[in-house]
């Protein structure tokens, strides 16, 4: 389907968009609780996705492909909000502004809250490698794979959020 959609079948494409939209949905869900936020990153990922779909080569697995490009969005929306949000001065709603992840309550639940605040200041490319690693379980080759990031890259960062939250722990 990638390869015809990125031979400008738009069919393909609508088709591989109905089979892949909602498990991704629920993964950005999981990562950032904003639906809104969720929503936004879904269609930047399938908009790239139409206009990346030529240069999918079939190497790798296609879902892997597909929340690499998601993940990516996701931590520019989230710089963008960082970003925003020092700019702009109580603008944001209270609600919006506090919203939680599904796994953001899950840590404040069974974890220390000091140590659920410490994870949450983490730079996003750090805080996804330790949830691709920790929380979803995934081996250094598929987290690289997930994340489209060399191995190496994966094991710097996992040592850099440890060694962070270290810091922050003590």
């Known amino acids: 389907m990638l390869r015809a959609a990125g031979a400008g079948d738009r069919q393909a494409f ?39 779909a030529a240069s999918y080569q079939g190497t790798q697995q296609a879902g892997g492909w597909l929340w690499s490009i998601a993940t990516r969005r996701m931590i520019d929306a989230h710089r963008r909000r960082t970003a925003r949000g020092e700019q702009v001065s109580g603008d944001v709603p209270d609600d919006r502004a506090t919203a939680r992840s599904a796994e953001d309550e899950v840590l ?53 959020a440890r060694l962070q939250l270290k810091e922050a722990l003590t």
Do not use: M
């Open 14 to 52: 609508e088709e591989y968009y109905a089979r892949n939209a909602p498990w991704l949905l629920i993964r950005l869900r999981r990562r950032c609780g904003d639906a809104e936020l969720a929503a936004d990153v879904l269609q930047e990922t399938f908009l790239a996705v139409w206009r990346a």
């Open 108 to 160: 404040a639940s069974t974890l220390d809250a000091h140590l659920a605040g410490a994870l949450h200041r983490l730079a996003p490319e750090l805080r996804a490698v330790l949830q691709a690693t920790v929380l979803d379980g995934l081996s250094v080759r598929e987290t690289a794979v997930l994340l489209d990031i060399p191995e190496g890259t994966v094991k710097t960062r996992a040592r850099r």
